[in-house]
């Protein structure tokens, strides 16, 4: 049961245009979500993150949307840069009962984002 | 750099021997955490650490996997009689309990290959 769902496996992006990577989950529960980047033989890079009480996160060119009603997400890369190529996780967690810190992430299964020069 | 380290970086194993992977957290973090991800897919959650207490192994697939943090430092993941369906990159990732910010940093990973 995949309880956060990345259904395009690949995009690929002019540069300079905008990037944006999609994300569905299933678990009301989730109230915290995150997106990582991995480059190749690398572990997960954090990027940027949203509490559920926030529909907008913005940190220079990367903007995470949430949609709660719809439990969607996407993360918007404006402008893409070669170096912005990678996969990009979603991930979920459940922080408010995560007592002392126990925030294991739901992860989805990953988009390969590559930006065309 | 004061990143999360783990070793080896691959380790290649012929079923049923035991395997030992270890995770060197970030100075300071409390809770760590262990991951798998097999080919293809992302990371799924192991275990979890808070110092030396493992407070979570609900991911832990079968008793042959084992994980400890004896000082609340450095972890390791134990794979005993290892089979093919445990290739896969294991991943440490470390954090803070209190503060900002508290996601998690992970480590470069190991890749098992069980031959």
């Known amino acids: 049961d995949q309880q956060v769902k990345q259904n395009s496996p690949s995009l690929s992006v002019q540069e300079g245009r905008i990037s944006i990577l999609n994300c569905d989950y299933t678990n009301s529960m989730f109230d915290y979500f995150l997106w990582y980047k991995k480059y190749p033989a690398e572990g997960p890079t954090f990027l940027i993150s949203?509490?559920?009480?926030?529909d907008k996160n913005e940190d220079g060119r990367f903007t995470v949307f949430l949609n709660k009603s719809a439990k969607h997400l996407s993360l918007h890369i404006v402008p893409s840069q070669p170096g912005d190529s990678a996969v990009y996780f979603c991930?979920?967690?459940?922080?408010?009962?995560?007592?002392?810190?126990?925030?294991?992430?739901?992860f989805g299964t990953g988009t390969r984002l590559t930006i065309i020069p | 750099g004061a990143g999360v380290s783990q070793s080896p970086r691959y380790k290649v194993a012929k079923r049923g021997q035991d395997v030992a992977l270890r995770c060197d957290p970030i100075s300071g973090h409390v809770s760590l955490f262990w991951y798998q991800q097999a080919l293809g897919q992302g990371p799924e959650f192991l275990t979890y650490?808070?110092?030396?207490?493992?407070?979570?192994k609900s991911g832990l697939p079968s008793d042959r996997f084992f994980a400890e943090r004896p000082e609340g430092s450095v972890s390791t993941l134990k794979i005993q009689r290892t089979q093919q369906e445990d290739s896969a990159v294991y991943l440490c990732?470390?954090?803070?309990?209190?503060?900002?910010?508290?996601?998690?940093?992970f480590g470069p990973g190991t890749r098992l290959t069980v031959t």
């Open positions: 650490f808070q110092n030396e207490a493992q407070l979570d």
């Open positions: 990732a470390s954090s803070r309990t209190s503060g900002a910010p508290r996601e998690q940093y």
């Open positions: 991930a979920a967690t459940v922080r408010r009962y995560s007592g002392f810190g126990n925030e294991k992430l739901t």
């Open positions: 949203i509490s559920s009480i926030k």
